[in-house]
C-alpha cells in the first residue's frame, strides 16, 4: 500500500499562484508514476498533469501547459505541483494518486484508472 497527503491548496485570487505538494510514503518503491488529476463540483475527474518516477517524463493536460509545472523529489518521496497564472476555472479539488509498476502493465500514465492510490485531494478556489 501506498498512503498520500496532499498540502498547499488554497484560496487565491486570478493570475495567483500556489504549490501543491503530495507526499508518499509505506511501498513507495513500487511507484511507477504520480499524477495530479482535479475535480470541480459536477464535473469528471480530469488528469492534469503526471510524472513518471524513474525518469521524471511528464505529461501535461493542454489547459495548464505553460502554467503548471510537475517535479518530484524521490529522496522526500513528494511530487510537486507549481501553479501559476490560476484561472477562476482552475478552481477544483486538486487529487494526488500514485501508480504502482506492475507486470503487463503497458506503461500509461495518463486516466485515472491507471492509478492505485488516491490522496484525499486539497481545496484550489480561484477568485475573478
Known amino acids: 500500500q501506498v498512503q498520500l497527503v496532499e498540502s498547499g491548496g488554497g484560496l487565491v485570487q486570478a493570475g495567483g499562484s500556489l504549490r501543491l505538494s503530495c507526499a508518499a510514503s509505506?511501498?513507495?518503491?513500487?511507484?511507477?508514476?504520480m499524477g495530479w488529476f482535479r475535480q470541480a463540483p459536477g464535473k469528471e475527474r480530469d488528469i492534469v498533469s503526471a510524472?513518471?518516477?524513474?525518469?521524471?517524463?511528464?505529461y501535461y493536460a493542454d489547459s495548464v501547459k505553460g502554467r503548471f509545472t510537475i517535479s518530484r523529489d524521490i529522496a522526500k518521496n513528494t511530487v510537486y505541483l507549481q501553479v501559476k497564472s490560476l484561472k477562476p476555472e482552475d478552481t477544483a479539488v486538486y487529487f494526488c494518486?500514485?501508480?504502482?509498476?506492475?507486470?503487463?502493465?503497458?506503461?500509461?500514465?495518463?486516466?485515472?484508472?491507471?492509478?492505485?492510490?488516491w490522496g484525499q485531494g486539497t481545496q484550489v478556489t480561484v477568485s475573478s
Open positions: 494518486a500514485a501508480e504502482a509498476s506492475s507486470p503487463g502493465k503497458g506503461g500509461s500514465y495518463y486516466y485515472a484508472y491507471d492509478y492505485d492510490y
Open positions: 509505506g511501498r513507495t518503491f513500487t511507484i511507477y508514476a
Open positions: 510524472i513518471k518516477w524513474s525518469d521524471s517524463n511528464t
